[in-house]
């Protein structure tokens, strides 16, 4: 019966695979509903606003939000890459990038700090910091998995675990990307 | 998508790896168990608290009350009052209902019904009950802050429950507790949903899974798409609370652009109506599972009720503005809600049909697992029906907000879904522990209780008719309603009927655990894949895979010749 068990425990290996994607799919699902909900009360406050930003706020520089954007697009083309080219100088790009797209939400707080926009001064500031924080907690664990996949590159013993990595690492880091992309429309520029 | 066959591995050995920190989802579907039961007293002793403080206002509880209000003499004072009716709350819906319903029967259940050997994400299980174990401690740890637990009702609406309405500590425990538990119940429904999606034994379509897993799957969905959506409320309600922002405070209260209170009461009931379902549709499962079962033929209609189920799971999303028809909200708004409230009665109504279809001309056995989920058709009729003036815009602005609504979601919520989690538990006893519960005092119990909670949950829709405003600590201060201190001491005495009844149950449960005498392997003659196999369940349930070739419910088929019902792995028996 040996070569029948080789078959079943390759049907399991896919049955991983695709079970593992499922559930990445099910737990981004979760992760838009929560931003979905802060989304919307987001626009809830814009469009009850008279005036946006409310009076005596102006709009903040775009600079480093823009840095931002710039950087974590850079750093989701490295990733697909990596996913095509299994280079590991890919990943290790895709990573920096990372690292740079969050100190260049420091220097956006930082910035705003310097402008006078604290966390408790009006519903702009706080709506600001709220979103940013929400997604740069989510990108620190992001940035803590890309970690754990450089790990793994170096000592691939079981592929198909791999592979399950790979794969549901690079949707979560491209779903943030996406995030972060609808945040720089809404929250900076329009 | 073809089913997989898990590896076996080998049985956990020392004490901590073999009850504390699992992998077996039969364990760790246990271990919710005593978790629910354990927060079911809790809340169970709230409510009766909060009973007392209604029927005599201004007398010492007997027994607790001076062991807990030593200050007032026993006498329940406002502030604990209450805190009292929103932990009441938080614990029944988030610490009883949910753990067992869903983390009890989903765990223990799902594998063993649909033949496989554990979950597919076993390290996922165990993670999400210990975080749930987590949550509950930051819930009860709001308890012993010094300005108490949280006290802004179980909706927790802003201002109530922003730092100018409850300043302590306890409301930003509250918060987080919640916060956290849905970080556990979305770890349980990424589970849920992926086991039954890819370890369907061979041969088991989506509509040869038994009713149950139809309800927690699709209680699992909910779950996945709107948890996050109160997590988000509860983020931004942690973020007006700690770091003093203003997005629940509006007016002068705010500065620099005002927040808003109703955007919370907006995210609070988008996820708190689907979460009615969520709470309801794993015991509506069970129920049409057993109803059939102990009815020995099929569940009518049984593929219809399951897409009665998906149909309620889609409409329940769209529904939620009827929680805020005093809201000021603009007409046209609150027509469509209820428009679209009143759709749901018609999956609903052939949901009912279906059950009593299923109970039409059948051998029925009167066991109490059937007379718990026949109490289910009664309590959620009810419940449902009255739902229905809660639906309306003209009759829900005089009954918003009062005893009325109370009466009806406990009917809904509280009625039957204990019911049905009691159903379950003397049903799946056996299975679970290797034992069968005493039927005459399973009965007694039923029948104890459900005198009770119709005395109560009734007597509650009285009182709402009457007049009686919910969340008020001495009604009686209004003239108007002292008409209605003989019905508000009715519900007393009935709670208390009620509460004395669930000894009965604890006392037996407990019993028959103890006591250990070993039951046939099928003793309810059923022919489901959980009983297929020993009882208790064996150590990764199945040894060989099962095949599935027919449907769950194949009872009293005429062309069986030597007993009523066939297995699920048995050929069809044509006649
Ligand atoms: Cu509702």
Redesign the interface.
Same mark, same amino acid.
């Given at each position: 019966m040996v070569p029948e068990m080789a078959g079943?425990i390759l049907?399991?290996k896919?049955?991983?695979v695709?079970?593992s994607g499922?559930?990445m799919t099910?737990?981004l699902?979760?992760?838009s509903?929560?931003?979905?909900?802060?989304f919307?009360?987001y626009f809830?406050?814009r469009v009850?606003?008279p005036v946006w #930003? #409310?009076?005596?706020?102006e709009k903040i520089n775009v600079f480093w939000p823009t840095i931002s954007t710039v950087t974590i697009l850079i750093s989701s083309l490295f990733y697909i890459l990596f996913e095509k080219k299994r280079t590991l100088g890919h990943l290790y790009i895709c990573s920096a990038f990372g690292v740079i797209f969050m100190i260049s939400q420091l220097n956006l707080w930082g910035f705003l700090k310097t402008e006078g926009y604290y966390?408790?001064?009006?519903?702009?500031a706080?709506l600001i910091?709220?979103f940013t924080w929400?997604h740069a907690a989510h990108i620190i664990l992001a940035l803590v998995l890309l970690g754990y996949v450089i790990f793994k590159v170096n000592r691939p013993h079981d592929k198909v675990r791999f592979e399950i990595i790979i794969n549901s690492v690079g949707k979560f880091w491209h779903f943030l990307g996406l995030v972060w992309i609808l945040m720089y429309l809404t929250l900076f520029i329009f | 998508m073809a089913s997989f066959e898990q590896h076996i591995h080998d049985k956990p050995t020392t004490f901590i790896s073999k009850y504390i920190f699992s992998f077996d989802h039969k364990v760790i579907g246990k271990q919710y168990l005593w978790y629910g039961i354990f927060f079911l007293l809790v809340g169970g002793l709230m409510a009766l608290l909060i009973r007392w403080t209604l029927a005599f206002p201004g007398h010492a509880m007997p027994i607790v009350g001076h062991l807990l209000f030593p200050a007032t003499n026993g006498v329940v004072p406002p502030d604990s009052y209450a805190m009292l009716f929103t932990m009441h709350g938080t614990i029944m819906i988030f610490f009883a209902i949910t753990p067992i319903l869903i983390g009890a029967f989903g765990n223990f259940c799902i594998p063993l019904m649909i033949g496989a050997r554990d979950m597919v994400f076993p390290s996922l299980n165990m993670m999400s009950f210990w975080v749930a174990v987590v949550s509950g401690l930051l819930l009860l740890a709001g308890l012993i802050t010094p300005l108490g637990a949280a006290a802004g009702g179980w909706t927790s609406y802003p201002t109530l429950s922003t730092l100018l309405g409850s300043p302590g500590v306890g409301q930003t425990l509250w918060t987080m507790s919640i916060f956290v538990l849905g970080i556990s119940s979305l770890m349980g429904a990424v589970n849920y949903i992926t086991t039954i999606i890819v370890l369907r034994a061979p041969g088991m379509g989506y509509f040869d899974m038994p009713l149950t897993i139809w309800g927690v799957w699709m209680t699992s969905i909910l779950n996945a798409i709107f948890i996050p959506v109160l997590g988000a409320g509860c983020l931004l309600l942690i973020f007006d609370r700690v770091f003093g922002t203003t997005f629940f405070l509006a007016g002068a209260t705010a500065t620099q652009g005002g927040g808003d209170p109703l955007l919370f009461q907006h995210v609070f009931w988008i996820f708190g109506h689907p979460e009615v379902y969520i709470l309801i549709l794993p015991g509506w499962g069970i129920v049409s599972d057993l109803l059939s079962f102990f009815a020995r033929k099929p569940a009518f209609g049984a593929k219809a009720t399951a897409m009665c189920m998906v149909s309620i799971t889609v409409l329940s999303t769209v529904v939620y503005g009827h929680h805020m028809f005093t809201t000021q909200m603009s007409p046209l708004l609150t027509q469509t809600f209820m428009t679209l409230t009143m759709t749901i009665s018609i999956p609903s109504a052939i949901f009912f049909v279906n059950w009593l279809g299923t109970l039409w001309k059948g051998s029925i056995r009167f066991t109490s697992p059937m007379l718990f989920s026949i109490g289910v058709i009664f309590v959620f009729g009810l419940g449902g029906l009255t739902g229905l003036y809660l639906a309306t815009v003209t009759t829900d602005l005089y009954l918003h907000d009062t005893y009325f609504v109370v009466g009806h979601f406990h009917y809904t919520m509280a009625a039957s879904v204990l019911l049905a989690g009691f159903a379950g538990i003397y049903f799946w006893m056996p299975k679970m522990f290797g034992v069968l519960m005493n039927e005459f005092w399973g009965k007694v119990h039923f029948w104890l209780s459900f005198l009770g909670l119709n005395g109560v949950f009734m007597g509650m829709m009285l009182a709402g008719y009457g007049g009686m405003h919910r969340r008020l600590y001495d009604p009686f201060v209004y003239e108007f309603l002292q008409k209605l201190i003989p019905v508000n001491t009715f519900i007393t005495y009935s709670s208390l009927l009620m509460g004395g009844a669930q000894v009965i149950f604890v006392i037996n449960f407990i019993y028959s655990i103890v006591k250990n005498k070993k039951v046939e392997d099928n003793p309810w003659e059923v022919g489901t894949l959980e009983w297929t196999i020993p009882s208790p369940a064996p150590h990764y349930n199945f040894k060989e895979i099962p095949v599935v070739k027919c449907g769950p419910h194949e009872l009293g088929n005429p062309a069986l010749k030597d007993r009523d019902f066939q297995y699920q792995t048995e050929e069809l028996v044509r006649g």
């Open positions: 079943e049907v399991e896919e049955a991983r695709h079970a499922l559930a099910i737990v699902i979760s992760f509903m929560l931003f979905a909900t802060m919307m009360g809830l406050f009850n606003a #930003p #409310p009076l005596g706020m966390l408790s001064t009006g519903i702009y706080s910091y709220s929400t | -």
